[in-house]
């Protein structure tokens, strides 16, 4: 049996096989051949829905926390006791004074003391006054004589009669010593004391003449 082929099918049946490859290169068969859908290139199944994009993170803003606003309390008010004041004593609220002269019966112009034997007046009177008379005990006083060779001493004062306000003392004479030829200065200082055992100074300076014979 001699089977005759039909030219126009032969030709048609290839231009439909040219087409399929055209429009589906990526497919293994074409008019229903196959029944796997197609593959993309990645091999992700076009049946299958990529993956959304992953979303990004929200960001929780937090705001910044109150700086805490400072409380000012109130303090009462500081009471202050002033101290109580001390009575003052006898010595506080009295003044002395002290000062030195050329003596009794000697000259009223004195500049100092002359050293024994090599001048007049060699011995001086010194006067301590006070003004709360009626409450000293007693009156003592000290010198200081600041020559090359130094030297020092003590004494007591006396009133005359009832004044007690006026304190009386002799100041010398002092021995020439040919060290201290120069002469130098005197610092004397008094102190007054009074009946409450207070005490009250002051301070006076005259000058030891030089020695020339």
Same mark, same amino acid.
């Given at each position: 049996?001699?089977?005759?082929?039909?030219?126009?099918?032969?030709? #048609?049946?290839? &231009?439909?096989?040219?087409?399929?490859? *055209?429009?589906? +290169?990526? %497919?293994?068969?074409?008019?229903?051949?196959? @029944?796997?859908?197609?593959?993309?290139?990645?091999?992700?199944?076009?049946?299958?829905?990529?993956?959304?994009?992953?979303?990004?993170?929200?960001?929780?803003?937090?705001?910044?926390?109150?700086?805490?606003?400072?409380?000012?309390? #109130?303090?009462? &008010?500081?009471?202050?006791?002033?101290? *109580?004041?001390? +009575?003052? %004593?006898?010595?506080?609220?009295?003044?002395? @004074?002290?000062?030195?002269?050329?003596?009794?019966?000697?000259?009223?112009?004195?500049?100092?003391?002359?050293?024994?034997?090599?001048?007049?007046?060699?011995?001086?009177?010194?006067?301590?006054?006070?003004?709360?008379?009626?409450?000293?005990?007693?009156?003592?006083?000290?010198?200081?004589?600041?020559?090359?060779?130094?030297?020092?001493?003590?004494?007591?004062?006396? @009133?005359?009669?009832?004044?007690?306000?006026?304190?009386?003392?002799?100041?010398?004479?002092?021995?020439?010593?040919?060290?201290?030829?120069?002469?130098?200065?005197?610092?004397?200082?008094?102190?007054?004391?009074?009946?409450?055992?207070?005490?009250?100074?002051?301070?006076?300076?005259?000058?030891?003449?030089?020695?020339?014979?």
């Amino acid at each position: 049996m001699v089977t005759v082929l039909n030219p126009r099918r032969i030709r #048609s049946g290839a &231009a439909l096989a040219v087409a399929c490859v *055209a429009v589906l +290169p990526l %497919t293994a068969a074409c008019g229903g051949g196959g @029944t796997e859908p197609p593959q993309w290139a990645d091999g992700v199944s076009a049946s299958e829905s990529p993956s959304p994009l992953p979303t990004p993170t929200d960001v929780e803003t937090t705001s910044a926390a109150p700086t805490p606003t400072a409380v000012r309390t #109130s303090r009462p &008010a500081a009471t202050t006791t002033a101290p *109580a004041s001390r +009575p003052r %004593t006898m010595g506080q609220r009295s003044t002395v @004074t002290v000062s030195v002269s050329g003596g009794l019966a000697q000259s009223q112009t004195f500049t100092g003391l002359h050293q024994d034997g090599c001048g007049n007046p060699s011995w001086g009177l010194l006067t301590v006054r006070v003004n709360n008379a009626a409450n000293v005990s007693s009156v003592t006083f000290r010198y200081q004589v600041r020559t090359p060779v130094p030297f020092s001493g003590s004494g007591s004062a006396r @009133t005359l009669g009832n004044d007690r306000g006026s304190w009386l003392a002799s100041l010398g004479p002092f021995r020439a010593d040919p060290r201290n030829s120069a002469g130098g200065a005197i610092n004397v200082t008094a102190e007054a004391k009074f009946k409450d055992g207070s005490t009250r100074t002051a301070r006076t300076t005259t000058s030891l003449k030089a020695c020339r014979r």
